[in-house]
């Protein structure tokens, strides 16, 4: 398995952060590297665990699963319809009020397998992966100065 994390001091409160992460099948609204989303199936009592959205990047397509849920700290998704060598990668949001704004931080974890071979590729993945969650971090950034309620 490897990871990749990334970091950035958004000057809002966490509870204004939470409710655009939160807003689960939006994404396309804030995110530029995403041209489509939408709720393909909330929980059981709304957005939690077990919902899904389906997220167009480009030509390809693939379906986030909410595997961790909690208001208004950490939200984690499972990332399905990559290629089969990837067993799981999943991404997980964490928000850190701090003052004056919150940290947030956005982790990509990759598990292709337990070989030499497989831990390489999941590194060049992570190492890839980083520049999407730049991208996405600076986006929510962006997306946070524009909404000032």
């Not at 590297?33 to 909330?42: A, E, G, K, Q």
């Not at 929980?43 to 379906?63: F, H, K, M, P």
């Amino acid at each position: 398995m490897a990871e990749s994390t990334r970091r950035r001091t958004i000057p809002a409160e966490a509870q204004r952060i939470w409710a655009v992460l939160a807003d689960f099948g939006a994404i396309s609204s804030w995110a530029d590297i995403v041209d489509h989303s939408c709720l393909l199936s909330p929980a059981a009592d709304g957005v939690g665990i077990g919902a899904a959205r389906r997220v167009q990047l480009g030509r390809n397509a693939v379906v986030e699963r909410i595997t961790d849920f909690d208001p208004p700290h950490t939200l984690a998704y499972d990332i399905e319809g990559l290629p089969r060598q990837v067993r799981r990668l999943n991404n997980r949001w964490t928000l850190q009020p701090i003052t004056g704004g919150t940290v947030v931080s956005l982790t990509t974890t990759v598990d292709i397998g337990p070989h030499r071979l497989q831990h390489l590729a999941e590194k060049a993945l992570t190492r890839f992966s980083a520049s999407r969650l730049d991208a996405l971090l600076d986006a929510l950034s962006r997306r946070m100065e524009g909404s000032h309620v």
